[in-house]
C-alpha cells in the first residue's frame, strides 16, 4: 500500500542526523577534551578529536538537508567506527540485561549511515539524489 522509496530515505536520513546532530551539540556544549584523552591514550594526536565535530554537526546537518547524502553518511559511518574503537569495543560482542547487543545503539547508527551511503538520500533534499 505504501510505496515510496524516496520517503523511506527522507525518513532514514531525517532520524539518522537528527540523532547524531544531537551527540554533536552535546560536544559543542561540553568541548572534546575527553576524546582527545582517549585519543592520546592510544598514540593518536588530541587535536583529531575535533573531527568529532564534521562527523557529529557537519554531516549530520547535510543528512538533514539532503546536500552530499552519500559523502556525509559515510562521514557519520567513520565516526560510529572510531567511537565504537574509542569507547564501546569492549562491549562488541556482548548482549544487555534486556537480551539485546550491548551496542545496538551505535550499531544502528553505524548501519543506518552505511544504508544511505549506498541508497543516496533520495529526491525529498537538497541535491535530489
Given amino acids: 500500500m505504501f510505496k515510496s522509496d524516496d520517503t523511506g ?10 540523532l547524531i546532530l544531537l551527540h554533536g551539540v552535546s560536544k559543542v ?3 572534546v577534551d575527553g576524546i582527545g584523552g582517549m585519543l592520546a591514550s592510544h598514540g593518536l594526536p588530541a587535536f583529531l578529536a575535533y573531527g568529532v565535530y564534521v562527523g557529529e554537526i557537519l554531516a549530520p546537518a547535510l ?6 547524502t552519500r ?7 567513520i565516526n560510529m567506527l572510531v567511537a565504537i574503537w574509542l569507547v ?10 534486556q537480551g539485546g547487543w550491548a551496542l545496538e545503539l551505535q550499531g544502528m ?3 543506518a549511515a552505511i544504508s544511505l551511503a549506498f541508497t543516496g538520500g533520495g529526491r525529498f533534499g537538497l541535491s535530489n539524489k
Fill in 9 to 18: 530515505k527522507l525518513v532514514l536520513r531525517l532520524a539518522l542526523g537528527i
Fill in 71 to 77: 559523502p556525509a553518511a559515510v562521514i557519520v559511518a
Fill in 29 to 31: 556544549t561540553k568541548g
Fill in 88 to 97: 564501546h569495543r569492549k562491549d562488541l560482542g556482548a548482549i544487555n540485561g
Fill in 63 to 68: 543528512l538533514i538537508v539532503g546536500l552530499f
Fill in 109 to 111: 547508527f553505524l548501519f
